[in-house]
């Protein structure tokens, strides 16, 4: 459906948002309630009130761009603990489940490799140097 790269972030918009508004709108919407800029190239997420239609904006080079989507049945669900927050980061898979019907929490997830959790745990790990009575032995 969407095909992003990775260094793209995605913000839902936590509170539903009248889907009426244009551009200018939701880019002040952006700028305003959640504390993004418009123009980073990042894609931002917003609902309406029934749930039924999402629209994504982002900016394109030259120019913003919308994506507007509308369910004839059911509604997307945006995560639950969004609710204290004016954005939420998500993934791009993430997204993919939103808009495709899905409920994260359902998903079974496998262990995967992430740079990140590496990055911690080489941190906190002990490296043993020459002077170390214990290689020594």
Same mark, same amino acid.
């Given at each position: 459906? #969407? /095909?992003?790269?990775?260094? &793209? ?7 539903? *948002?009248? @889907?009426? !508004?244009?551009? +200018? ?13 418009? #123009? /980073?190239?990042?894609?931002? &997420? ?7 239609? *999402?629209? @994504?904006? !982002?900016?394109? +080079? ?76």
């Amino acid at each position: 459906m #969407l /095909s992003l790269p990775s260094v &793209v972030r995605i913000y839902l918009h936590a509170a539903p *948002v009248n @889907l009426h !508004f244009a551009f +200018d709108r939701l880019a002040n919407i952006v700028r305003e309630e959640m504390g993004q800029d418009p #123009l /980073s190239g990042h894609l931002f &997420v917003f609902r309406n009130r029934r749930g039924d239609r *999402v629209k @994504l904006l !982002f900016w394109d +080079d030259d120019g913003y761009a919308v994506f507007y989507k509308r369910l004839e049945q059911g509604v997307f669900r945006f995560p639950a603990d969004a609710a204290p927050t004016r954005a939420v980061q998500v993934s791009v898979s993430e997204l993919s489940l939103l808009l495709w019907g899905i409920a994260p929490e359902s998903v079974r997830r496998h262990k995967r490799f992430s740079l990140e959790e590496h990055r911690a745990k080489s941190s906190t790990r002990r490296i043993p140097s020459d002077s170390d009575p214990a290689r020594k032995k």
